[in-house]
């Protein structure tokens, strides 16, 4: 079956450190997208990727950073200047559309906690 | 500016009623697309239904329809005869049809919907 895997489901870290969050798609999709989600609130983009070697910062890029090496993975890494990590991560996914997007496909999350 | 608006926090609905979830949103761009998706308490956000901007007829996917009324630029879901599975938080999202925007979406707030048994 088709689809997105993000690893680990929930992480714990210390403050101060940097971490790095998988996200890996079979789907073929050339676009792939890191959100960031607080508790009670809707989505904000942090990067996004159109194809490999290129991504774009989103709304809330800073803090953060990814890599696009291969265009089944594009992981993201929290780094210890993100002021406040702690939150739900997903990856998403799509086809590249030609006058606007289509439907992006999520992973399950990540639940990251620093302390 | 382009935005999303989402005016209902919470619903709660009996089994087996239909709901709408209200959706409005706000482009200049002639050519756009609506989305909504679901979100359970697991996280997951589970796309649900589209909608063109020029697509004549309003999209239904089993359960799940979109009343779009693009003169009024709402776009409505409608759940009929909802089931307990139903509860979770629904999101409504546009992507506007500028190239510049062309790989995001613009999300609303969410509604959180509860199914009452």
């Known amino acids: 079956d088709g689809g997105i895997t993000q690893s680990p489901k929930y992480l714990f870290r210390k403050e101060g450190q940097n971490v790095t969050l998988s996200c890996e798609q079979n789907?073929?999709?050339?676009?792939m997208y890191w959100y960031r989600q607080d508790p009670g609130q809707g989505l904000r983009l942090i990067y996004y990727?159109?194809?490999?070697?290129?991504?774009q910062k989103g709304d809330i890029a800073e803090g953060y950073s990814v890599s696009r090496e291969k265009k089944e993975s594009f992981p993201l890494t929290v780094t210890s200047a993100q002021k406040n990590p702690t939150a739900f991560y997903l990856c998403?996914?799509?086809?590249?559309?030609?006058?606007?997007?289509?439907?992006?496909?999520f992973g399950p999350g990540t639940r990251l906690t620093v302390t | 500016a382009q935005k999303i608006t989402q005016t209902q926090p919470g619903m709660f609905v009996q089994e087996k009623e239909a709901v709408t979830l209200d959706c409005t949103y706000d482009?200049?761009?002639?050519?756009?697309?609506l989305f909504w998706y679901k979100q359970p308490s697991s996280g997951e956000m589970i796309f649900l239904i589209y909608?063109?901007?020029?697509d004549q007829q309003n999209a239904t996917e089993g359960r799940y329809s979109l009343n779009f009324q693009k003169a009024r630029k709402s776009a409505n879901l409608v759940i009929s005869a909802s089931q307990l599975g139903d509860s979770a938080m629904y999101f409504c999202?546009?992507?506007?049809?500028?190239?510049?925007?062309?790989?995001?979406?613009?999300w609303g707030a969410g509604t959180k919907l509860i199914i009452k048994p």
């Open positions: 789907l073929n999709h050339d676009a």
């Open positions: 998403a996914s799509s086809i590249v559309g030609q006058t606007f997007a289509y439907e992006q496909y």
């Open positions: 990727s159109q194809i490999v070697n290129d991504f």
């Open positions: 999202a546009m992507s506007p049809g500028r190239k510049d925007s062309n790989y995001q979406l613009i």
């Open positions: 909608q063109g901007s020029y």
């Open positions: 482009t200049s761009d002639p050519s756009y697309g």
